[in-house]
């Protein structure tokens, strides 16, 4: 079964990114810098980490899907299966098409940076540190509210898939959301046609968990009613009334 809400701690989600081949560059608390391939990412070891993948269509279906009967499903995986499934778009004669990330909150979208992609499969993400619709830092209704996607631009149009995310049941304050998705280039050799094929995409939120509530001190009886009578005033009670 799919694991669609994904929940890790730091030191789970460090050890899963030096299983992945990231290498550990610096630590400077509480910043640990790793690398892999080239790429830099920081992690903040006070926080912890939140995995939301596709559950639901989201309000624009626009790729055609492969693999799978709805587009959501052939993206929704913890690991990405490449060409068994995967959705495709943005037509392009002579070339890959301009590749973005995506999410859309408060009714309007957003886009990352046009992500070149090419004829092999690779990761790329990007982050939204606050909400760019209300200029504010993310809060969990917002989260409840966001859709994430992914968009490739044709000759003609541009094809835009957008997909629901669970709403999650963490508190604490988030620090950043970084959409995920694992893409390539793909030429039709007969018609020199481009697009693009993505077989897997999420969202991560960073955030800080909201410190444990205290634990209740239990109620002792003797202490709330006046003294027990096997204790010192209650001994003393008793005897100056004769017992």
């Given at each position: ?25 610096e630590i400077n608390y ?82 990352s940076d046009n992500k ?127 017992l």
């Amino acid at each position: 079964m799919k694991q669609i809400v994904e929940n890790k701690t730091c030191i789970q989600y460090l050890i899963d990114l030096i299983k992945k081949g990231w290498n550990i560059k610096e630590i400077n608390y509480p910043i640990c810098k790793l690398e892999f391939n080239n790429r830099i990412k920081e992690v903040n070891i006070t926080n912890d980490f939140l995995t939301l993948r596709p559950n639901a269509a989201g309000d624009l279906t626009q790729w055609d899907p492969n693999g799978a009967t709805n587009n959501w499903e052939c993206v929704d995986e913890e690991e990405p299966d490449f060409d068994t499934t995967y959705v495709e778009g943005g037509s392009l004669i002579g070339g890959a098409p301009p590749f973005y990330l995506m999410i859309k909150i408060g009714g309007k979208l957003y886009y990352s940076d046009n992500k070149s992609l090419t004829t092999s499969y690779q990761s790329f993400s990007y982050v939204w540190e606050d909400n760019p619709y209300t200029q504010n830092s993310w809060t969990w209704n917002d989260i409840n509210n966001l859709q994430i996607g992914i968009r490739a631009d044709g000759d003609f149009v541009s094809d835009r898939d957008l997909y629901n995310i669970p709403n999650p049941s963490q508190s604490g304050s988030i620090d950043q959301i970084e959409v995920f998705a694992v893409a390539k280039s793909y030429t039709e050799v007969k018609s020199a046609t481009g697009s693009a094929r993505c077989t897997q995409v999420y969202v991560e939120i960073t955030y800080t968990p909201a410190p444990p509530t205290p634990a209740k001190k239990p109620s002792i009886p003797h202490l709330d009613k006046g003294p027990h009578p096997r204790s010192r005033a209650g001994y003393l009670g008793n005897l100056k009334l004769g017992l």
